[in-house]
């Protein structure tokens, strides 16, 4: 499908996006209101997430994907921006050369203006910080998201054996965007290249984290250090 004007493809995009959602049996609702940061609100896993359409560009074994976006402020002039987890819960894309649909969470694009989505496997074999296609296919992360759902409804229960499992089942879970029990206070670089935005929200609420290369240390992460004398002088007060 060749799209050339940009607003073109983003009504394209929504449109395939909100028909492939329906087509799996996910609801699909679109705000009555202007201006949101999102398109549209998909249910899924009993779930609703606000999602924000993008245009995907397919290059080679790679999908561009660009998320910045630009608006006109009487008082700033243009203004770039990027998505974040307050606004929206995931942002889906649409191939048209391929006619495919994506899911992908928040947590893994949040702060960034473009992410690439791979068909392939690379020429020399990297794994880590590579976002594979296939693990965010609309239609496998609305099974997961369904199977997981359904298995917490039921107490004690656990998967079949005979179940079938995603690739990369972890990376498409939506997390709680402040839950931090599966970050590690002692990273390394890959893994953390892969879950930044969740380690700099950690930094955030106070938790620090020690990156490292090769298992030797080269960096830490944490709060500002004005917060983190504020947060001193507070225990200290209370004591």
């Known amino acids: ?5 940009p607003n073109h493809k983003g009504n394209v995009a929504e449109l395939a996006i909100a028909t492939e959602a329906a087509r799996l049996g996910l609801s699909v609702l679109k705000p009555l209101t202007e201006h949101e940061r999102y398109d549209l609100v998909i ?3 009993g779930r609703l997430l606000r999602v924000q359409c993008k245009w995907g560009a397919h290059q080679g ?8 976006s630009s608006y006109h402020s009487p008082t700033r002039g243009y203004v770039t921006a990027t998505y974040c987890g307050s606004e929206v819960d995931a942002i889906a894309v649409y191939c048209g050369e391929l006619n495919r649909c994506f899911l992908l969470p928040i947590a893994l694009v949040e702060g960034q203006v473009q992410v690439t989505l791979r068909l392939g496997r690379p020429r020399n074999n990297q794994r880590a910080a590579l976002n594979s296609a ?7 992360v609305a099974q997961l998201e369904e199977r997981v759902a359904g298995s917490d409804e039921v107490e004690g229960s656990s998967p079949s054996s005979s179940t079938p499992t ?3 089942a972890s990376a498409l879970n939506f997390p709680d965007p402040d839950d931090f029990a599966d970050l590690k206070r002692t990273v390394g670089m890959d893994e953390f ?8 929200r950690r930094a955030e609420a106070g ?9 030797r240390p ?8 004005g917060r983190r004398r504020k947060e001193a002088d507070e225990e200290e007060g209370n004591a």
């Open 218 to 225: 080269v960096a830490r992460l944490g709060p500002p250090a």
């Open 134 to 140: 296939a693990d965010y296919e609309l239609g496998a």
């Open 166 to 168: 995603f690739k990369g």
């Open 43 to 45: 249910g899924v896993g």
């Open 193 to 200: 290249y892969a879950k930044l935005a969740q380690y700099v």
């Open 61 to 68: 074994d790679v999908i561009t994907v660009r998320l910045k």
């Open 207 to 215: 938790g620090e984290i020690l990156i490292t290369r090769w298992s």
């Open 1 to 5: 499908m060749f799209v050339d004007n």
